[in-house]
């Protein structure tokens, strides 16, 4: 806990979480949601700031539902509240600045396996994810997978969403798919007779952080590679990941086309849409961060 100029008080990302989870009677056993439950604030320091650093989401309603929480838990607590949210390929410099200059925001929104990239900026987190782990139910091992380092919570999961593939089941029964293939390389006949059609598959493949990477994770998974081994070592130099590179080389040039390149989750989902038609894969998985999955697809 600091004083800032002006008198206002600004607490550690630990002194927050610590606090706003063991406050005072049920909020000691539930956290932050049995204290909105019993409408009763811990006690916090008059001018306390909090502020949340997340990605703009997809679905506009929840930006404005998300921010009313918060300003309702702010009103409750004492606390003044500010929800920050930009695009989701801006988190990562925006999180870099705050870690490197140590200021900012407090509770950030995370992605996959960011909590390892930026660990010696996170506060320690066992006590949170712990006490919703016995509330709730232990976490899937994929999510601690993503959120423990060195044996240390350093986020907190939020959820998991599993990769999708849309696709119209009429163009697949006239390229003589019956159902959804089983394997890429099913999946690359098919959209071979697909994109013959001229219904190529419309998968994004740009430099963001969502469809592209969900789609690159679960083909290099499922031909064997990795980023790292289960020590922590980076091993994607290795054949398996050449591999499913090459696979990937001659799928796309089987099965798309160049429109997917510079595709972007929010530029793909934004066509989707529109027109919900040409099959692609979509869905990143998310993970929320306090600062200071293994996805269903065709097997090789």
Same mark, same amino acid.
């Given at each position: 806990?600091?004083?800032?100029?002006?008198?206002?008080?600004?607490?550690?990302?630990?002194?927050?979480?610590?606090?706003?989870?063991?406050?005072?009677?049920?909020?000691?056993?539930?956290?932050?949601?049995?204290?909105?439950?019993?409408?009763?604030?811990?006690?916090?320091?008059?001018?306390?700031?909090?502020?949340?650093?997340? *990605?703009? %989401?997809?679905?506009?309603? $929840?930006?404005?539902?998300?921010?009313?929480?918060?300003?309702?838990?702010? =009103?409750? +607590? &004492?606390?003044?509240?500010?929800?920050?949210?930009?695009?989701?390929?801006?988190?990562?410099?925006?999180?870099?600045?705050?870690?490197?200059?140590?200021?900012?925001?407090?509770?950030?929104?995370?992605?996959?396996?960011?909590?390892?990239?930026?660990?010696?900026?996170?506060?320690?987190?066992?006590?949170?994810?712990?006490?919703?782990?016995?509330?709730?139910?232990?976490?899937?091992?994929?999510?601690?997978?993503?959120?423990?380092?060195?044996?240390? *919570?350093? %986020?907190?999961?939020?959820? $998991?969403?599993?990769?999708?593939?849309?696709?119209?089941?009429?163009?697949? =029964?006239? +390229? &003589?798919?019956?159902?959804?293939?089983?394997?890429?390389?099913?999946?690359?006949?098919?959209?071979?007779?697909?994109?013959?059609?001229?219904?190529?598959?419309?998968?994004?493949?740009?430099?963001?952080?969502?469809?592209?990477?969900?789609?690159?994770?679960?083909?290099?998974?499922?031909?064997?590679?990795?980023?790292?081994?289960?020590?922590?070592?980076?091993?994607?130099?290795?054949?398996?990941?050449?591999?499913?590179?090459?696979?990937?080389?001659?799928?796309?040039?089987?099965?798309?086309?160049?429109?997917?390149?510079?595709?972007?989750?929010?530029?793909?989902?934004?066509?989707?849409?529109?027109?919900?038609?040409?099959?692609?894969?979509?869905?990143?998985?998310?993970?929320?961060?306090?600062?200071?999955?293994?996805?269903?697809?065709?097997?090789?």
């Amino acid at each position: 806990m600091a004083k800032q100029p002006g008198g206002v008080t600004r607490f550690d990302r630990r002194a927050f979480l610590r606090v706003a989870g063991a406050a005072t009677g049920a909020a000691a056993v539930g956290g932050i949601p049995a204290i909105v439950a019993a409408q009763k604030a811990p006690s916090f320091p008059k001018g306390t700031k909090l502020n949340i650093l997340e *990605w703009v %989401s997809f679905v506009p309603a $929840s930006d404005v539902e998300f921010k009313r929480l918060a300003g309702e838990f702010g =009103k409750l +607590a &004492g606390v003044e509240v500010t929800v920050d949210q930009i695009n989701m390929n801006d988190l990562n410099p925006r999180i870099a600045s705050a870690i490197e200059t140590r200021s900012g925001p407090d509770i950030i929104m995370m992605i996959s396996n960011w909590p390892h990239l930026y660990a010696d900026g996170l506060a320690d987190v066992d006590d949170v994810a712990e006490e919703i782990a016995k509330r709730d139910g232990a976490f899937y091992e994929h999510n601690r997978k993503a959120s423990v380092v060195d044996n240390r *919570w350093k %986020s907190v999961p939020l959820c $998991s969403v599993n990769s999708t593939w849309n696709y119209r089941e009429d163009w697949f =029964k006239e +390229a &003589g798919a019956a159902k959804f293939p089983d394997t890429w390389d099913e999946l690359r006949k098919v959209g071979a007779e697909l994109k013959k059609k001229g219904h190529p598959i419309g998968q994004a493949f740009g430099h963001s952080l969502g469809d592209p990477n969900q789609y690159a994770y679960a083909v290099t998974w499922c031909f064997g590679g990795a980023e790292i081994d289960d020590k922590g070592k980076v091993i994607i130099n290795n054949k398996e990941t050449i591999e499913a590179l090459k696979f990937t080389v001659a799928f796309w040039r089987t099965v798309s086309t160049r429109a997917g390149w510079p595709g972007t989750t929010a530029a793909t989902t934004a066509r989707f849409w529109q027109a919900p038609s040409r099959p692609r894969s979509t869905g990143p998985a998310s993970t929320l961060s306090p600062s200071g999955s293994s996805p269903r697809s065709p097997r090789p």
